[in-house]
């Protein structure tokens, strides 16, 4: 029996990494923010529209 092969790479739910990189880039601007205040924030045009869960 042959073990199968698997594809690195290949993760279809991953956050592209420029958007992470601005989440976390936003995060470390306002460490006091919860989740909540951060997608939030992160949703208004000026912060990018970034739509991310709050759970994130």
């Not at 995060?27 to 909540?36: F, I, M, R, T």
């Amino acid at each position: 029996m042959h073990d199968k092969e698997r594809v690195p790479g290949i993760r279809p739910n991953q956050t592209p990494p420029d958007r992470e990189e601005a989440i976390l880039a936003f995060v470390q601007e306002h460490p006091s923010y919860g989740l909540k205040r951060i997608s939030a924030e992160l949703r208004k045009p000026e912060n990018g529209g970034i739509k991310i869960g709050e759970t994130e």
